[in-house]
C-alpha cells in the first residue's frame, strides 16, 4: 500500500511511530508537509505536486494537520479526497473537531451526555447564564477561528463577570460551561481507531491545577473502561466523523460525560502509559479500509453485482 503520512516534521514522536509502523507492515510511506504541497486544480484534474513534483498513486492518507496551519493542511486533506484516496479522518470530521462549539452541539443533538454548556454573546444576564448550567463554578471556554483555546475556572458571579468582560472586550466568542467537579483522576482519554477502544486512559492531575494547566500537567495511566464508557467513547467518534480520535471525558457522580474529541491524538503519552504499540492499529485501519475501497470499485466495475 502507498501511504502519504501529512505532518509538518519527522520528528514528531506521533508521525515518527506512524510512519515505523507503515514500514514495518511493508507498507511504502512518505511524509508530506502539507505545506510544502501546492494543489492544482484545472479543467477536470485534480493533482498535487510536492516539491515540484506531481505525487504519484496513493492508496491512503493519514493526516495529521498542525493548528497552526489548518486552514492549508485541511484543503490538502480535501485535495486527495477529491482523487478518490482513502482518509483517515477525512477533512470535514477534523475540522468539525477542532471546533469545540460544533462539537458540543452535534453530541448533544444526538442525545449524548456532555457538561451543561451555554453559547452567548452577551454578558449583561450572567446569573441566567449560570443558572442554565446549573450555577457555579463554571469554566469559560474561549473558542477562537485559529483553534487556539483557553479554559477559565470561575467560582462566583463576580470572577466570571471580570472574565467574560475581558473575553467580549477582546472579540472573542466563548462558552459557558458547568465545572464537573469530582475526586482528582476523573478525566478519561480514550483512543478510538475504526469502531473499537484501543487504549484508555485515566489523566492523574496535580493537586491545585485546574483547568488548562491541568490538562498539561497530567500524568497517565492505564485504565479499564466499563462497557458504556467504550460505547460512548465509540459513539463520540462516529458523530464526529472519526475513524480515528481522542475522546476525553469525565466522571463524576457515577455519570460519564464527553468534553472533547480530538482529530489528531498525540500517541507518546498513550503508548507510554498502556506500554503498546498504538500506531499498528491505525495503519491496520487504513489497510482494511483501503480493501474495503477496492473492493467496492471492483464491484462496480463488474457492473454493480455482488
Ligand atoms: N466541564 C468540565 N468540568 C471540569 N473540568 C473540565 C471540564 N472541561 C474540561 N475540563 C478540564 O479542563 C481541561 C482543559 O479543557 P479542554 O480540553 O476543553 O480545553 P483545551 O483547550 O483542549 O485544553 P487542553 O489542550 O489542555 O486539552 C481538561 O483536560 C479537563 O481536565
Ligand atoms: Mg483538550
Known sequence: MH????????????SRRL??????????VRLLDPTDCELVMAGRSVEIFHGGKKVGPVDAVIPRIAQSVAHYGLAVVEHFGLRGVVLINDAGAIAQARNKLRCLQALAARGLDIPATVMARDASQIRELVDRVGGVPVLVKLLQANGRAGVMVCESLESLGAALET???LGHNFIVQ???QGPRGRDLRALVVGDRVVAA?????RPGKLARTLGRGARFAEVALGREQVALAVESARIIGLQVAAVDMIEAGGKTRVFEVNASPALESLEAATGRDLAGPIIELAEREVAARAAARGTRAAGGRR
Do not use: N
Not at 3 to 14: D, Q
Open 3 to 14: 501511504l502519504v503520512l501529512l505532518s509538518r516534521s519527522r520528528s514528531i514522536y506521533s
Open 19 to 28: 510512519v515505523e509502523a507503515a514500514r514495518h507492515r511493508g507498507h511504502h
Open 167 to 169: 473575553v467580549l472586550g
Open 178 to 180: 458547568q465545572y464537573v
Open 201 to 205: 486512559v485515566r489523566r492523574r492531575t
